[in-house]
Structure formats: structure tokens, C-alpha cells
């Protein structure tokens, strides 16, 4: 069974701030893993993903994430914040056939200015 | 490059009503999936098919839920004898089983309001 957890239901920074959300996993089996984004009223984006290949992994809008084995964490980060970072980020897992998508409770996160 | 496409975007029902929602994937892809997200939460899966074939619905909430995809193209999602209980977001995702990962592409959901 996999499962996600991501501490801090919501996280507020100020604009220009370091971004850290955190993401824990627990897989059996080499897990894939994702970041996605989700702003007010609409689907999901993917933000970037780990497939086994690179362990920092880039993806758009300046986020980057790191697969650590060893403490079971990809946490995503972004060095400084912009006001249009603002909306809901999901981490999720999947094995290897992808057949489904196990997701974290979510982190809100707020940017001041 | 049209991506998933989802319809109604938007339902209200009164309890114990029927409902189905419909669901268009990205053309190419083979794979598509019902998800299910509640306020505050992350998405839920509910089940997948590959073409036309559901691979996996053990995870459907009921056996008021059932899901179709009957030319492997578009799916409809059924609840039956709606309850409010019931009122979520409900996503639709699709994506191809070529390559070595099959990245799922989410549409932008149905929001099912049950009174």
C-alpha cells in the first residue's frame, strides 16, 4: 500500500521568500513521485515529477523537488515566492503501471506582499 | 491540443436524485480515471479504464457509484440515489500507457452539490 502525508495544511510565506512544502511517502514497491498544483475551481496541474531518473528534479514556475530515499521525502521548494504562487499543492505517488494516483491532504499555500 | 474535457461543470441535485457526469479524455490516451476530491482533501481514487476496459473499481464507494466507457473514448460516472454525503469535486484524468510512465492529465471536474 502507498500513502502521502504532507505536514502543514497551510503555509504562509511573504513575496520573495523561500517556499518549503513538505511531503513524506511510504511505498513497497520504487515509487513515482509528483508534485501538483491546483488553483480555486479548476483541475489539477502537474508541477513536476521523479521517475527514477535524477533525484533533484525541476519543474515549471521555478519549483524543484528532491527525491530522498532515505527519509522517504520529496519536498518542493522555490527560492522566492511571487504573489501567483498561491493555490493548493498536492503530492502524490503511484507504482511503477501508474494505475492510480495516491495523493496527500494538501497544502495551502498563501504569499503576502 | 484540446486536454480533458469534463461536462457539467457544475451539478446541484436533491438527494437521492441520479447523476452522471461525463468525461472527455486527450484523444491519444488509451488510460482514463475517476477521482473524487472532498473539501479540503487531496483526490480520491475511484477507478480506471484502459480503453474500454475497467481494470480497477474496487475502489468505488458504493454500489450506487458505476462508472462506463464503452467505445474507450469518452466515460460517463453514475451515482445513483444521490446523498449528501456525495457532494464533492469529481476529477477525470487521462493518459497514455506508451513509455516507460504514464503521466495522468487531469480535467477540471464536476462539482456535485447533493440538498
Known amino acids: 500500500a502507498q500513502s502521502v502525508t504532507q505536514l502543514g495544511s497551510h503555509v504562509s510565506v511573504s513575496e520573495g521568500a523561500l517556499v518549503l512544502l513538505r511531503c513524506n511517502y511510504s511505498s513497497s514497491v520504487p515509487p513515482y513521485l509528483f508534485w501538483y498544483v491546483q488553483y480555486p475551481n479548476q483541475g489539477l496541474q502537474l508541477l513536476l515529477k521523479y521517475t527514477s531518473a535524477a533525484t533533484l528534479v525541476k519543474g515549471i514556475n521555478g519549483f524543484e523537488a528532491e527525491f530522498k530515499k532515505s527519509e522517504t521525502s520529496f519536498h518542493l521548494t522555490k527560492p522566492s515566492a511571487h504573489m501567483s504562487d498561491a493555490a493548493e499543492y498536492f503530492c502524490a505517488v503511484s507504482d511503477l503501471w501508474a494505475n492510480m494516483l495516491t495523493f496527500g491532504g494538501g497544502t495551502r499555500l498563501m504569499v503576502k506582499p | 491540443d484540446t486536454g480533458v474535457s469534463q461536462d457539467p461543470r457544475h451539478k446541484i441535485t436533491k438527494r437521492g436524485q441520479n447523476v452522471t457526469f461525463r468525461c472527455d479524455p486527450i484523444s491519444e490516451h488509451n488510460r482514463l480515471y475517476w477521482y473524487r476530491q472532498t473539501l479540503g482533501q487531496g483526490p480520491e481514487f475511484l477507478t480506471y479504464f484502459q480503453n474500454e476496459a475497467q481494470l480497477e473499481k474496487s475502489r468505488l464507494l458504493s454500489n450506487r457509484f458505476s462508472a462506463e466507457r464503452p467505445k474507450g473514448s469518452f466515460s460517463t460516472l453514475e451515482i445513483q440515489r444521490t446523498e449528501q454525503g456525495d457532494s464533492a469535486m469529481y476529477l477525470c484524468?487521462?493518459?497514455?500507457?506508451?513509455?516507460?510512465?504514464?503521466?495522468?492529465?487531469f480535467g477540471p471536474g464536476t462539482r456535485l452539490t447533493v440538498l
Open positions: 484524468a487521462s493518459s497514455s500507457s506508451d513509455g516507460s510512465y504514464n503521466e495522468q492529465f
